[in-house]
Nanobody, 122 residues
Framework: VQLQAFGGGLVQAGGSLILSCEITGRSLYTYSMGWFRQAPGKEREFVCAWSWGNYTNYADSVKDRFTIVRVHARNTVYLQMHSLKEEDTGVYYC?????????????????WGQGTLVTVSS
């Protein structure tokens, strides 16, 4: 299983951005997906997760602003980010776990993408 994240960039506060995470090597049916982020000088933190059955889990800091969406036909999971804040800045990673749950702990994830940088300016 390989994951590749795309879509990071520079955006102004209040703006929107969509990240994508493409899985190759295995269908999304098998795995649950999560997004995590790591700000400079901080530990990686949970953002949101999706599992088969359309179960989702969001960190309080992104609820009502971020949405995780999967498109099965593309074997891709998207992270739609709106009303971005400076504190959303960081490297965003997608992860896949084979146990089918919306885990918020990164050690539960088996595979990781390379990360994509999101910078939100004031």
């Amino acid at each position: 299983v390989q994951l590749q994240a795309f879509g990071g960039g520079l955006v102004q506060a209040g703006g929107s951005l969509i990240l994508s995470c493409e899985i190759t090597g295995r269908s999304l049916y098998t795995y649950s997906m999560g997004w995590f982020r790591q700000a400079p000088g901080k530990e990686r933190e949970f953002v949101c997760a999706w599992s088969w059955g359309n179960y989702t889990n969001y960190a309080d800091s992104v609820k009502d602003r971020f949405t995780i969406v999967r498109v099965h036909a593309r074997n891709t999971v998207y992270l739609q980010m709106h009303s971005l804040k400076e504190e959303d800045t960081g490297v965003y990673y997608c992860g896949a776990n084979q146990w089918g749950s919306v885990y918020s702990a990164d050690h539960e994830y088996d595979y990781w993408g390379q990360g994509t940088l999101v910078t939100v300016s004031s």
